[in-house]
Each structure stands twice: as C-alpha cells, then as structure tokens.
C-alpha cells in the first residue's frame, strides 16, 4: 500500500483543518488506518484510527472531541478533520495503515506510512 497525506498548512488556534490520505495498492479495506503526529525531538505519537470498514473510531485522549477521523472505502482516503485547534497540535502529521484485525494505537504495528503533511497552528 503507497499513502500519500495532502492538507496540511498554517492555521490559526479555534479553526479546524482537513488533511487527506489517499491509498493505493492492495486492497484498501485490508487495513485499519491511522493518523499519527510527530513533533522535532518528540517520539511519533498516535492521534485517531478507524476500522476496516470505518465503523469503528479511536482517539487519543488530547483530541478526543476535536477530531474526526472517517475513511471512503470507495475512493480509497482516510480524512481526519481537525477542530478548534491548538498550538500544541502543531506537528507533521502522518497517515498509516495496520493489517491488524484489531485496533493498535502503537507505531511499531502500522504497516506502511504516508510522508506526513505538516500542520501548523498559529496564536
């Protein structure tokens, strides 16, 4: 599976921003997605995941109530919409996939990953 992240940018705190990971390669619905987060000198922290079909949502605590992560099985993309963000959101933001058939919030179990997009939040 090759990911590609696209949506990052510059952003003020309170607004929301949309990033997209689009998929190609073997089936897109093999895998549960995530997105993930990564601050200079930080260790890659998870952020959301879904499911393989997208029935099922996970969040880290920080974001919880913020974000939104959704899949198109169809299109093959992941999305996660971001809300009344926060300067602490700032990071490069990475899409991944999981062949896992249960949910894992840990880096080491995702398969394949998308060259981050960077999002900033200014005050």
């Known amino acids: 599976v090759q990911l590609q992240a696209y949506g990052g940018g510059l952003v003020q705190a309170g607004g929301s921003r949309r990033l997209s990971c689009a998929a190609s390669?073997?089936?897109?619905?093999?895998?549960?997605m995530g997105w993930f987060r990564q601050v200079p000198g930080k260790e890659r922290e998870f952020v959301a995941a879904v499911s393989k079909i997208g029935v099922s949502t996970y969040y880290a605590d920080s974001v919880k109530g913020r974000f939104t992560i959704s899949r198109d099985n169809t299109k093959n993309t992941v999305d996660l919409q971001m809300n009344s963000l926060k300067l602490e959101d700032t990071a490069v933001y990475y899409c991944a996939a999981s062949a896992l058939s249960i949910h894992t919030s840990r880096v080491a179990d995702y398969d394949y990953w998308g060259q981050g997009t960077l999002v900033t939040v200014s005050s």
């Open positions: 390669g073997r089936a897109f619905n093999s895998y549960r």
